[in-house]
């Protein structure tokens, strides 16, 4: 079946040092979306990818589309305490519902 | 304020029991979803509904039930078929179409006694 993979599972990074996951899609994707849930919490919507190859920014989050639309990144810059929680991709299949990855939980130690 | 209410936060059920768990979206969102997240996991898809009085199987839909009789609700019912239903369970909203994106519940978590 449709499957969206996303690598590393965790991550720990000391505070201020930069953070990336990657997803990556068996099919290609309408658009792709990335989620951040904090713990206890439940998934809030970040951001919005649809063209081949876009890059978005928000503050010290860098997105980015390939340019198959299969793949996709979220990259972390200087990362904070608040960056902590688990960042899930969801790529958007049979234009009706998402697929989501298994996320990658991020802890910053300060 | 717009958003979408999930209810119970948690609940505790013997095994064989059914149990039913809300979900109520004020946002004129179409399509409405549950997931379930088992710990340390991802969002695996239950059932979704596109439309009142139509809904479509996820990936997990065994042992699960639900209805969308009104736009606004989209109750999920466990039923004791299900043979591990210890989870945390999410509701979702969104309008219909490529773009938009998801809005979630707080999520009930359900304990299988």
């Known amino acids: 079946g449709q499957q969206v993979m996303q690598i590393p599972q965790y991550q720990h990074v000391q505070e201020g040092e930069d953070f990336t996951t990657y997803c990556n899609s068996s099919?290609?994707?309408?658009?792709i979306q990335w989620y951040k849930q904090r713990p206890g919490g439940h998934p809030v919507f970040l951001i919005q990818l649809v063209k081949s190859g876009e890059v978005k920014k928000q503050k010290r989050l860098t997105f980015q589309f390939g340019e198959a639309k299969k793949n996709s990144s979220l990259h972390i810059t200087a990362t904070q305490t608040t960056d902590v929680g688990t960042y899930f991709c969801?790529?958007?299949?049979?234009?009706?519902?998402?697929?989501f990855g298994p996320g990658t939980r991020l802890s910053v130690l300060p | 304020d717009g958003g979408i209410t999930q209810s119970p936060k948690y609940l505790f059920r013997k095994e064989g029991q059914n149990v039913t768990l809300s979900c109520e979206q004020n946002l004129n969102h179409d399509a409405m979803y549950w997931y379930r997240q088992d710990p340390g996991q991802g969002l695996r898809l239950i059932y979704y509904?596109?439309?009142?009085?139509?809904?479509q199987k996820g990936d997990i839909a065994e042992g699960y039930s639900v209805s969308r009789e009104k736009k606004e609700s989209f109750p999920l019912t466990v039923t004791s078929a299900q043979k591990n239903p210890t989870a945390f369970y999410l509701c979702?909203?969104?309008?219909?179409?490529?773009?938009?994106?998801?809005?979630f519940g707080e999520g009930s978590r359900l304990t299988v006694l």
């Open positions: 969801a790529g958007f299949m049979n234009g009706q519902n998402f697929v």
């Open positions: 979702a909203s969104r309008r219909t179409g490529l773009t938009g994106e998801l809005f």
């Open positions: 509904s596109q439309i009142v009085n139509d809904f």
């Open positions: 099919t290609t994707l309408s658009n």
